[in-house]
Each structure stands twice: as structure tokens, then as C-alpha cells.
């Protein structure tokens, strides 16, 4: 299992890699709802930074740690975006409500690749956890 952990961390890495791009991409069309506030945009651009961050950890420094953050950030989009999808949370303080029921590529396909990103996390965390089989 151990030899399987450079392709998990690279997938890992891909995933958060694509959310920062989508994040980015749609952060100037979702600030529109807040122009002058925190707003989505806002939000959209800092999930983006704790992507990058978190994929160049994970890259300079392949650890436990390192895959637990890569999961909580990647986590944190997929959670976000099935929430923000399927419940109209109302305006919180200076946050705007970010509904948006609609599905289009590029949002599933960040979702997907968020999803996959939590689930290569774990199984990543997992292998540098696990003994070796020289390991006693």
C-alpha cells in the first residue's frame, strides 16, 4: 500500500489543484451579490489559497499531517458546495447567502474532484499510518 502513496498524494494535489482554479475562476461573477462586502467572492479566493496551500504541503512535506489538511481543505469545498446547493442558507453577518441549486460542468466536476481529493486524503493519511511489512 505504501507504493500506491506518491499516486494518492498526486491525486490529492490534482484535486485541490482544480478546485483553486474553479474557485478563482468564479470568484469575480459570485462577489457581484456583494460588491462591497466579504461577500462569495472573497470566500471563493481564500478556499482557493487554502488549496494551494495546502496541496504545496502536502507536496514538500508528504505527512499525516500534511493529507489530514489536504482532506480538511478539500472537505471543506465539498461540504460547502453540496450545502450551498441543496440548502438556501440565509445571509450570515457580513457572508451572503450563496445559494445555487444549479449544476453545470464545471461545479461538478470540482465537486467530484473535492469529493476524490477527501477520499484520496484518507486512504494517503492511512498508508503513512500503517506499518510496513519491515515495520514491527
Known amino acids: 500500500m505504501r507504493r500506491l502513496e506518491p499516486l494518492l498524494r498526486w491525486v490529492v494535489v ?6 483553486a482554479v ?4 468564479f470568484a469575480p461573477a459570485i462577489q457581484l451579490a456583494a460588491p462591497g462586502g466579504i461577500g462569495g467572492g472573497w ?7 487554502a488549496a494551494i496551500l495546502a ?9 499525516t499531517a500534511a493529507y489530514l489538511v489536504a482532506g480538511a481543505v478539500a472537505l471543506s469545498a465539498f461540504g460547502a458546495v453540496l450545502l450551498y446547493s441543496l440548502v438556501s442558507v440565509p445571509t450570515l453577518g457580513p457572508i451572503p447567502s450563496m445559494y445555487d ?10 465537486a467530484v474532484a473535492e469529493g476524490i481529493g477527501v477520499l484520496a486524503a484518507a486512504v494517503g493519511a492511512g498508508t503513512l499510518r500503517a506499518p510496513g511489512p519491515t515495520d514491527e
Open 14 to 19: 490534482v484535486a485541490l489543484g482544480f478546485d
Open 22 to 25: 474553479v474557485h478563482l475562476r
Open 43 to 49: 470566500l471563493f479566493r481564500l478556499q482557493a489559497l
Open 55 to 63: 496541496a504545496l504541503y502536502l507536496i514538500l512535506r508528504p505527512s
Open 101 to 110: 441549486p444549479t449544476w453545470h460542468p464545471e461545479k461538478t466536476l470540482s
